[in-house]
């Protein structure tokens, strides 16, 4: 009988969990395999920072409505009573309009999240409020 390693009639003889490099057991992989780890890695990581990424834009998306969505309701209340109301937040664009004895104020912003809003993406946010200002209009019993 011939060990692993030795030859017999030319050929060699290989028996499973050991390999031709002096007898020792190897675990099978092969070694063409070697680093697969580090490139699976590699090409996972910029998709799992993208992902990031994109939530942490949307967070701060979110918290950008959140702060229009302030200002237009405080816009809309003191405009509804007749007072001046404090200018916009830096960048943004406020519109007045009213309907139906509503004062309703529109603030539109290009997104701040990640440089967003250089590719036309905007954020904003609308309030109404009851038009007391306005002259009371006379109702016909």
Same mark, same amino acid.
């Given at each position: 009988?011939?060990?692993?390693?030795?030859?017999?009639?030319?050929?060699?003889?290989?028996?499973?969990?050991?390999?031709?490099?002096?007898?020792?057991?190897?675990?099978?992989?092969?070694?063409?395999?070697?680093?697969?780890?580090?490139?699976?890695? /590699?090409?996972?990581?910029?998709?799992? #920072?993208?992902? +990031?990424? &994109?939530? =942490?834009? *949307?967070?701060?998306? %979110?918290?950008?409505?959140?702060?229009?969505?302030?200002?237009?309701?405080?816009?809309?209340?003191?405009?509804?009573?007749?007072?001046?109301?404090?200018?916009?937040?830096?960048?943004?664009?406020?519109?007045?309009?009213?309907?139906?004895?509503?004062?309703?104020?529109?603030?539109? /912003?290009?997104?701040?999240?990640?440089? #967003?809003?250089? +590719?036309? &993406?905007? =954020?904003? *946010?609308?309030?109404? %409020?009851?038009?007391?200002?306005?002259?009371?209009?006379?109702?016909?019993?």
């Amino acid at each position: 009988m011939a060990d692993d390693g030795e030859r017999t009639g030319g050929r060699r003889v290989r028996r499973a969990g050991v390999g031709f490099d002096g007898g020792r057991p190897h675990d099978g992989r092969l070694h063409g395999e070697r680093g697969s780890v580090t490139a699976e890695f /590699a090409a996972v990581l910029p998709a799992v #920072l993208l992902c +990031l990424a &994109l939530c =942490v834009g *949307a967070i701060q998306a %979110a918290a950008q409505q959140a702060r229009l969505l302030d200002h237009a309701a405080a816009a809309a209340r003191l405009l509804g009573r007749g007072d001046a109301a404090p200018r916009p937040p830096e960048g943004a664009a406020r519109q007045v309009g009213s309907a139906g004895g509503l004062l309703c104020v529109t603030v539109t /912003a290009p997104s701040a999240a990640g440089g #967003l809003g250089a +590719l036309g &993406l905007t =954020v904003s *946010a609308r309030s109404c %409020a009851l038009d007391d200002a306005a002259p009371d209009e006379e109702v016909e019993e």
